[in-house]
């Protein structure tokens, strides 16, 4: 581990608000950590507990979903699964050990650029307060994927 | 109409390459006609392509222009004439000769590849008019680096060679041979059915304002110069800095109305409708720019921020970014002793004289026509009008008054681009409406791209294109490290970086190395696939490679931009995304659409003027219609107004378009209806209307929202108590029924942003201003002895309405100003009423008693969420209906297929209504010509030997797309309903619904490559 903790954060957006969302907050040249990669999806109901889950287990230190607002889906409700599911993870991390804030759901319209900027910000605190995650325990396995 | 040629040509030309031009070009090309696209100078883009930011939405000017200059460029129907003049015109509507001049570039477009080795061995330095003379280019040179076509030129009264008979360093070392010194001028004749011109602008040029010294002092500039000053394409390179000495100013001020609203010094009495809200972006953007805090100030009489969330804009940037606005006209700029900044000498509202010290002083000039373009309508025999812009009547207003010949953009007019934008589509509108019975006759039908074999693609060799985006991507990210890391990674075949990636000559190349090199899929590392993968994409259709083998990684907006100050961890941040886009389209597999019909007939709901003007529009171009209104009568609000700003009488227009819809065999009227349920998609809606009680189901191919908006009923200023109160609509059929109120009244008040710009409407209702005036007028004519009153925060008499104000000052009305903080009061005392405001000019309160009030109140929506909700498209938080892109899709939604025309987009006066109509009919023909729909793609995909039949995928698709098959009990999804969420994919707990584009495999992988680094 080095000195200062710098944590490898996933994140999935939603491809009509979050991620347009953090397209705006390029534009204004608002400024972030660097530790956030960003997943684009359709819709943040495309986001399987699995993927959240497997996030973890492989070395992430924090997984975050940003969909529309609630009540903005583009495709009306996919952001209350997400929301749902996230809660289901968070349980589900508790129980084996997991400290649940290292996954979160968040909510960005497009418009929304320095609110984006600001919940990499505070996401990144979050999870650089906590330390690193499963990685720490043991080495990522490998996924062979293929066709 | 009046008579057109018997003898229709299915072609057009649109002359002008700015954004005007180019949307008319693209929406004609796209609905069948040919168009030839005359650009005067070497490469089209107009102004639009030198700005830095646009507001209000501050995206990058050029990075929204450019796919539509590409789109433009690569379009089959369509030809760009650089270089090019329109020397006259004859013929008729439908059947035009257009003589033109084509000036020798000297310069073969066919050899060019524009590598720029002529630039670079061209010894003849140039002031570059793109950057407004504040850098230098050499006499060989490209106008701008994303120029389309991006081809050199030689300019002949500066090259050496031309000059002194010898030098030809260009030729020489031209590796394409593409130099051409007996390059010649070319006359020719082009035979087109209609002509739409988009000729733009010029701006102001302050050197005449004397008291200004902009021709003797260097940091007195335009803020045209300003922009190119903030763009990192600039002289600067997009630092902040005066050019004069390069430092780095601290304190900007903006001079408002240079040139604009003034004949003292010009003959400029309108106003320029732009120059408030780019000096607003202006300031903001710089002071966004600075590293130090910066003093931005803005010197103003009126500010104009009517446009859609334009007032948000400025109350950000009073309240939140600190922007400072000072009410004044500045007197003269000074240059103050000992050093090169400026003292500026203005009085304030209540009088007193200040002086205060700015670095830099931008001059907001206005927007003019150009002598050269007054010499082209004379030529073409087109009336312009007192301001310089060409004729037209507030009920056509995109037709000059020569048939047969349209105008859209500032030559119509000063404007802004959503606004060009909308007459854009206008203009195409009226040449389709023109032209409807020979569309398709002068274009050929491009074969759609010969799909390469799947064997050809099943083993993975990518390419990947990483862009600099000029020094947008370049400055931050190590681009050349970020290309050889890609040239390391798994199936990756070939790597390139180029300047632009999205210019036209790197799309070629692009297309030559998938082509030389057998790749089948591609990776694109630049900006975001929201603005940019649709271009990629079909660019290498035209090379066969299925469209969905492509991905965007993002490492401008979500890296370069965001990670300004951290270079290396930027640059790592980009291998990531490049590793995870190359492990995602390694793992994609060609997509196949599925091609539906198109029910080709429109729905337009709302029977005001913009329904029936979109209607008719569609209509006339040869699709059915059907007219929905709520109520008994078609009309709307129009049944209400009395003229236009500019005098014209609304009634016998309005009379003469209800007779003209009710009479088109191809518009069905449904009156007293409305929406019961929508269903279906662009190309294939199903809707059910409540027709008087009784139930009728229309089939459309596409839907226009044209529902309208209403006034609000003040709870405020005692309305409702007197008799003697009015809005303006009452006050409308007050005068024209010469009411006794309006015909006795010894003194008339109106009271202007009643319910507008105030926290509950945070917006401009953009008409009340000229809408009140107008009124004025009329009761100062009715009885010139009256005592007229407008009491105001800021007078909005955009554009050439600031003739009315000027001559409502000239007839004795009186404007007192007031703040919101200070509203005025307004008492009832018996039947009499009796108004106390504060003066800010007198510095005191003032009392006037009255006979009539009229209240300016705010434009609101009603009811219109069912509506948005049955169509699924948003509204914004003021509640009018939010369009796919404010600045150029400003008709569109992001919903294909549903456009929306009037005042439920945004309060605005008749004419941009009618304009908005049309462009709306114009965007939903560009879906009716088409031959299917193409649906499938990112769907959906039961893989039924997987699914158990749980039907857990049926419950949560919100769309009804999934079936449960009985027999099989097994799952199955409509291809032609599903949108592509993929709620399914991740709620079926075998993994059996596959969300094509975005399997579960690609995800895991992805996650997992986010994570290897």
């Known amino acids: 581990m080095k000195d200062t903790f710098e944590p490898v954060i996933v994140c999935f957006c939603c491809q009509w608000c979050s991620y347009a969302a953090a397209d705006l907050a390029g534009s204004m040249r608002l400024s972030y950590p660097t530790n956030v990669r960003i997943i684009r999806i359709p819709c943040t109901g495309r986001v399987d507990v699995k993927f959240l889950l497997s996030a973890i287990e492989d070395g992430a230190d924090g997984v975050f979903i940003s969909g529309c607002l609630l009540g903005d889906c583009h495709y009306r409700t996919g952001n209350y699964f997400a929301t749902k599911r996230v809660a289901f993870v968070k349980n589900l991390l508790e129980k084996v050990g997991v400290n649940p804030d290292r996954v979160e759901m968040y909510y960005n319209s497009s418009a929304m650029g320095p609110q984006f900027a600001q919940t990499c910000r505070d996401f990144t605190d979050r999870i650089r307060k906590l330390g690193p995650g499963l990685r720490a325990v043991a080495p990522a396995p490998a996924r062979n994927a293929v066709d | 109409m009046t008579k057109a040629s018997q003898n229709l040509l299915g072609s057009a030309m649109v002359v002008g390459g700015g954004i005007a031009g180019v949307q008319a070009a693209l929406d004609l090309a796209d609905t069948g006609y040919f168009v030839y696209m005359v650009e005067k100078s070497e490469a089209i883009g107009g102004v639009m392509s030198a700005l830095d930011k646009t507001f209000p939405t501050n995206d990058c000017s050029m990075c929204i222009l450019s796919p539509k200059l590409v789109e433009c460029g690569r379009h089959p129907n369509i030809e760009i004439l650089t270089l090019t003049d329109v020397l006259e015109v004859a013929g008729e509507a439908g059947n035009f000769q257009v003589n033109l001049r084509q000036r020798a570039r000297y310069v073969d477009m066919s050899k060019c590849i524009a590598c720029g080795v002529c630039a670079e061995k061209c010894p003849r330095k140039?002031?570059?008019?793109?950057?407004?003379?504040?850098?230098?280019?050499?006499?060989a040179y490209v106008k701008y680096p994303q120029a389309v076509p991006l081809k050199y030129a030689i300019d002949k009264d500066h090259c050496i060679y031309f000059e002194k008979g010898k030098c030809r360093a260009c030729e020489k070392f031209c590796p394409a041979g593409a130099i051409n010194f007996e390059d010649r001028d070319m006359l020719f004749q082009l035979n087109v059915g209609s002509i739409i011109l988009a000729p733009g602008f010029k701006p102001f040029d302050p050197k005449i304002f004397d008291t200004y010294n902009y021709a003797h002092y260097p940091n007195v500039i335009t803020s045209m110069e300003f922009e190119r000053i903030l763009s990192p394409s600039g002289p600067s390179g997009g630092d902040l800095v005066r050019l004069s000495d390069s430092k780095a100013p601290e304190r900007i001020a903006w001079l408002q109305c240079v040139g604009s609203r003034d004949m003292n010094h010009c003959d400029n009495s309108y106003c320029s409708a732009v120059c408030c809200m780019y000096a607003i972006k202006e300031a903001v953007i710089a002071k966004e720019h600075s590293h130090h805090p910066l003093d931005a100030t803005i010197f103003y009489m009126d500010m104009r921020t009517s446009g859609k969330d334009f007032e948000k804009y400025y109350n950000r940037a009073k309240e939140e970014q600190g922007v400072r606005f000072v009410r004044s006209r500045v007197h003269s700029i000074e240059k103050a002793p000992g050093t090169e900044n400026l003292l500026l000498r203005y009085t304030d509202e209540s009088g007193s004289l200040l002086q205060e010290e700015y670095d830099l002083v931008v001059l907001s000039v206005g927007l003019e026509t150009s002598p050269e373009v007054l010499e082209l309508a004379r030529r073409m025999d087109i009336q312009v009008n007192d301001g310089k812009f060409a004729a037209?009547?507030?009920?056509?207003?995109?037709?000059?008054?020569?048939?047969?010949?349209?105008?859209?953009?500032?030559?119509?007019?000063?404007?802004?681009?959503?606004?060009?934008?909308?007459?854009?589509?206008?203009?195409?509108?009226?040449?389709?409406?023109?032209?409807?019975?020979?569309r398709g006759s002068a274009i050929s039908k491009p074969e759609p791209p010969q799909e390469m074999d799947p064997g050809e693609v099943a083993s993975p060799r990518i390419g990947v294109?990483?862009?600099?985006?000029?020094?947008?991507?370049?400055?931050?990210?190590?681009?050349?490290?970020?290309?050889?890391?890609?040239?390391?990674?798994?199936?990756?075949?070939?790597?390139?970086?180029?300047?632009?990636?999205?210019?036209?000559?790197?799309?070629?190349?692009?297309?030559?190395?998938?082509?030389?090199?057998?790749?089948?899929?591609?990776v694109v590392a630049s900006c975001s696939p929201r603005t940019h993968e649709p271009l990629f994409q079909q660019t290498i259709q035209e090379t066969g490679l299925n469209k969905y083998l492509f991905e965007l990684a993002n490492i401008r907006d979500q890296d370069s931009w965001v990670h300004h100050d951290f270079p290396e961890a930027a640059t790592e941040k980009a291998k990531d995304l490049v590793r995870m886009a190359v492990a995602k389209v390694a793992l994609q597999q060609p997509l196949e659409e599925?091609?539906?019909?198109?029910?080709?007939?429109?729905?337009?709901?709302?029977?005001g003027v913009a329904g029936m003007e979109a209607a008719l529009a569609l209509a006339e171009q040869g699709y059915p219609v059907t007219l929905v209104?709520?109520?008994?009568?078609?009309?709307?609000?129009?049944?209400?107004?009395?003229?236009?700003?500019?005098?014209?009488?609304?009634?016998?227009?309005?009379?003469?378009?209800?007779?003209?819809?009710?009479?088109?065999?191809?518009?069905?009227?449904?009156?007293?209806?409305?929406?019961?349920?929508?269903?279906?998609?662009?190309?294939?809606f199903k809707t059910t209307l409540d027709v008087d009680g009784r139930s009728e189901t229309v089939e459309h191919g596409v839907t226009i929202l044209a529902v309208g908006a209403h006034s609000y009923k003040p709870s405020e200023y005692q309305y409702g108590k007197s008799d003697r109160i009015f809005l303006n609509l009452d006050m409308d059929r007050a005068i024209a029924e010469r009411q006794d109120a309006v015909v006795k009244a010894q003194s008339a008040v109106f009271i202007q942003c009643v319910g507008s710009r105030e926290p509950d409407r945070p917006y401009c209702s953009r008409v009340c201003c000229s809408h009140s005036i107008e009124n004025a007028i009329r009761i100062k004519e009715i009885n010139p002895e009256a005592d007229v009153?407008?009491?105001?925060?800021?007078?909005?008499?955009?554009?050439?309405?600031?003739?009315?104000?000027?001559?409502?000052?000239?007839?004795?009305?009186?404007?007192?100003?007031?703040?919101?903080?200070?509203?005025?009061?307004?008492?009832?005392?018996g039947n009499s009423l009796r108004i106390t405001v504060f003066d800010p000019i007198l510095q005191q309160n003032v009392v006037l008693r009255l006979d009539i009030l009229t209240l300016a109140s705010a434009m609101e929506t009603r009811d219109v969420e069912p509506l948005a909700k049955m169509f699924k498209v948003p509204l914004n938080p003021e509640g009018f209906f939010l369009e796919a892109h404010m600045k150029l899709r400003p008709v569109d939604f992001a919903t294909e297929g549903v456009y929306v025309a009037g005042l439920a987009h945004w309060p605005k006066p008749t004419e941009e209504c009618i304009a908005q109509a049309k462009a709306a009919a114009s965007r939903a023909a560009t879906?009716?010509?088409?031959?299917?729909?193409?649906?499938?793609?990112?769907?959906?995909?039961?893989?039924?030997?997987?699914?158990?039949?749980?039907?857990?995928?049926?419950?949560?698709?919100?769309?009804?797309?999934?079936?449960?098959?009985?027999?099989?009990?097994?799952?199955?999804?409509?291809?032609?309903?599903?949108?592509?969420?993929?709620?399914?994919?991740?709620?079926?707990?075998?993994e059996a619904v596959s969300l094509l584009g975005f399997s579960h495999l690609q995800l895991y992988r992805q996650i997992d490559e986010a994570l290897s680094a």
């Open chain 2, 126 to 139: 140039v002031p570059n008019a793109y950057n407004e003379g504040l850098s230098q280019r050499k006499a």
């Open chain 2, 392 to 438: 037209t009547s507030p009920f056509a207003p995109v037709s000059t008054s020569r048939p047969g010949i349209f105008v859209c953009g500032a030559f119509q007019g000063p404007k802004d681009i959503p606004q060009s934008v909308m007459e854009a589509s206008a203009a195409a509108a009226e040449t389709a409406m023109l032209l409807s019975t020979v």
């Open chain 2, 465 to 522: 294109f990483v862009c600099h985006c000029g020094i947008n991507i370049g400055s931050v990210v190590d681009v050349p490290a970020v290309k050889e890391y890609a040239r390391t990674l798994p199936h990756v075949a070939y790597v390139e970086e180029s300047l632009f990636t999205c210019s036209q000559d790197t799309q070629n190349r692009m297309k030559d190395a998938i082509r030389e090199n057998s790749l089948n899929r591609i």
């Open chain 2, 594 to 607: 599925v091609r539906l019909p198109i029910t080709q007939s429109g729905l337009v709901i709302g029977g």
């Open chain 2, 629 to 684: 209104e709520k109520k008994d009568v078609l009309g709307g609000h129009g049944r209400k107004l009395l003229t236009a700003w500019n005098g014209d009488p609304i009634a016998p227009y309005l009379d003469s378009l209800i007779q003209k819809v009710e009479s088109h065999p191809k518009i069905s009227i449904r009156t007293k209806s409305t929406l019961n349920e929508v269903t279906g998609f662009v190309g294939n």
């Open chain 2, 789 to 829: 009153y407008v009491l105001y925060r800021d007078i909005r008499t955009y554009g050439l309405r600031e003739n009315i104000y000027r001559e409502a000052r000239e007839k004795g009305i009186l404007f007192i100003r007031f703040d919101l903080e200070r509203k005025p009061q307004v008492e009832l005392e």
């Open chain 2, 927 to 990: 879906v009716l010509t088409r031959d299917f729909i193409a649906a499938g793609g990112v769907a959906a995909f039961i893989q039924k030997d997987q699914c158990i039949g749980c039907r857990a995928c049926l419950e949560c698709c919100p769309f009804g797309a999934i079936s449960y098959l009985e027999q099989e009990a097994k799952c199955e999804v409509n291809q032609a309903l599903c949108k592509g969420c993929g709620t399914c994919a991740a709620t079926c707990p075998s």
